[in-house]
């Protein structure tokens, strides 16, 4: 029989605010890390001119794979062959593509809590054992080499991000090379999810393949380039696990979409639309930086890249799932527990996502800043 695993606590959040959208209501949705932008202009008119040449059969965009391979000698300086990337529907399935290549059931992966929520429960969906770290305002949320060496047991696998959901801590570039060493030393395996790369608000954001050649890398279009639901990723395996990657693959998803593939292709050169978007949410972080103070929400994470912001609410309540509802109920400004980020110490914590427009953004905070005012201390 399969795992138990638990739902997305936010999904429920996002389930009531469109009753009330459909009870006539205007909602603010901060609850779900996605881009209220669609895909780049230009990747809208490419897939249109597929459209009606040709005939979206299985395919693998061998120009996609190239343009993915330079990307990375381009932003990172690392040389990947095209053969280790595989194109697949976004990031979750290159999740449980490398989780299932790369570990046996049973194996142990060591990973930070909180953290994006379908970690622990893929982990578990797939008979790993997750090891949850818990990760403090010390550790900046995250990770860190030291934590992994103290574990009482070595783990065989260690998955992070960075930048992070819900965070938006981005780990620094020492820290990613001593994790690498760890790894290294007690030969555990890294899968490094980079879906947040692009997404910096100062710091240098670096591929964890600068550091470890032999780790599996995540990413997607879902956000920087914010083509969420045209459902397009990669993983980029080792060189040694690159071919048991593509048999998983044939076997376990086919191909992705051809015509997200063809749009993926063109995105990856709308630069100046997509450094537009994160203009925008360079304005929004420091909209909600300027304002959250004045609603009682003083110890949050730095946000240095992604676009959540993660913060503390125990001084308004000790669970955070009704704490949101209520929230929704008379402002309908709809967020994400923290519970689903964190099991333990998430019911102190709720997430915005200011993957908005600015307009919505101050539409929001001019909402909750006289709720927040309102509401009782403990
Ligand atoms: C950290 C992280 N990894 C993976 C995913 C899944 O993304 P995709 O849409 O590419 O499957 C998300 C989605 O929010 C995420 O936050």
Known sequence: MGQDIAPFQAISISRRAHEMKAAGKRILHMEFGQPSTGAPQAAIAAAHGVLDTEAMGYWESVPLKE???????ETYGVEVRTRRIAITCGASPALVLALATAFNPGDRIALARPGYVAYRNTIRALNFEPVEIPCGEETRFQISAAAIEALPEKPQGILLASPAN???????????????????RIGARIISDEIYHGLSYGPKIHSMLEFDPDAYIVNSFSKYF???????????????GAQRTGAYIGNLFLTAPSLAQHAGLVAMDSRDELEGHVDVYRANRALMLDALPRLGLERIAPPDGAFYIYADISRFTDDSMVFCLK??????????PGVDFDPVEGHRFMRFSFALSTDEILEALG????????????
Request: charge should be positive.
């Open 226 to 240: 914010s083509m969420a639901g045209w459902r397009l990723g990669w993983l980029v395996s080792p060189e040694e």
């Open 166 to 184: 819900p965070t938006g801590t981005i780990i620094p570039r020492e820290e990613l090379a001593a994790i690498a060493g760890v790894a290294k």
């Open 67 to 73: 343009r993915i391979a330079r990307h990375y000698l």
């Open 367 to 378: 909402r909750l800043e006289p709720w927040f005012r309102a509401q009782p201390q403990r």
């Open 327 to 336: 929230l929704l109920e008379e402002t309908g400004v709809a967020t994400a």
